[in-house]
């Protein structure tokens, strides 16, 4: 009675794996059509997709088989201690070094090289798009997007030799002086035009003017949009709040606002202003 039963197990398994096997075939046959264009990105996805679909698979396949293994221990020797070696011989038999057999261990390590390296291709290539729809040209849009590799490189190096040496390491520093850089080599209008090909703020919006502050005294509405600061552009919170701390401690200073498309000079006293800023950059009062 017990081999019978032991014997309706292995069935079962079997029929599992069956079962597991033409779902998942059938799953592939629903992938929706993708384009036939060898340089679509959906020819990637779908590739991907079918390729963990295999590995996946192959993995349960393996695992059935070793508790295959195991039941028909069982039967044959009638102990369990045999039953778990038998088992282990055979996934080891199937299984290299790291517990996946080799050739199956290889298509994951494909499917993740290819998906770190699409990922890497898009993203660049998107920002090289995005720069030319801006109405940079290609061999401006290839040089912007270098500089800004080269400072990330120099960032990381940095903080590599200030760790080895035992130094404080001031990343925004740094980074602002790399952005002042960018800023003055490509101009005012065309670094204008970078930060929004790449989805960076221009602007510091207004959420909320604090009561009795400088900019509600000066007449800052919510909404307004901060893009000029004591004579100088303003693109991002950080940069307001430089400005504001660099500011003389005495004496007023022209705040430039966006509102409703119109361009507003407001003169505040040079220090906090007193805003809630909101799009734009990270919330905070300034």
């Known amino acids: 009675m017990i081999k019978y039963g032991i014997l309706g197990a292995i069935f079962l398994l079997v029929t599992t794996a069956v079962i ?3 779902r998942s075939n059938n799953e592939a ?3 929706p059509a ?3 264009n060898a340089n679509s990105p959906q020819i990637e996805q779908r590739l991907s997709y079918l390729e963990e679909a295999i590995a996946e698979e192959r993995e349960l396949r393996i695992k059935l088989e070793s508790e295959v293994a195991s039941l028909r221990a069982v039967t044959e020797s009638g102990s369990e201690e045999g039953a778990r070696a038998s088992g282990a011989e055979r996934l080891a038999a199937l299984a290299g070094e790291e517990g ?4 199956l261990q290889a298509i994951r390590d494909q499917i993740a090289e290819r998906r770190s390296g699409a990922v890497r291709e898009s993203a660049e290539e998107r920002v090289l798009s995005n720069l030319v729809e801006a109405g940079f040209d290609e061999f401006q849009a290839e040089q912007i997007v270098r500089a800004t590799e080269e400072v990330q490189m120099d960032l990381l190096n940095a903080r590599y030799e200030a760790q080895q040496n035992g130094e404080e390491f001031n990343a925004f520093e740094m980074q602002a002086a790399a952005t002042a850089q960018l800023r003055a ?3 005012e209008v065309d670094y204008e035009r970078y930060l929004e090909a790449t989805n960076q703020p221009t602007s510091v919006g207004v ?5 009795s502050s400088p900019a509600e005294i000066a007449g800052m509405q919510s909404g307004d949009e901060i893009i000029g600061y004591n004579g100088e552009r303003v693109y991002n919170v950080n940069e307001l709040n430089r400005l504001i701390s660099s500011a003389e401690a005495s004496g007023n200073v022209i705040v430039e606002v966006l ?3 119109e361009s507003v000079s407001l003169s505040v006293p040079a220090g906090p202003i007193g805003i809630t800023s ?3 950059g990270p919330t905070g009062r300034r």
């Open 20 to 22: 597991a096997t033409f």
């Open 259 to 261: 509102r409703d498309g």
């Open 29 to 31: 046959v629903n992938i």
């Open 34 to 36: 993708l384009s036939t």
């Open 100 to 103: 996946l057999p080799e050739d």
């Open 185 to 187: 080599n490509l101009g």
């Open 207 to 211: 959420s909320n003017v604090l009561a």
């Open 278 to 280: 909101g799009r734009g």
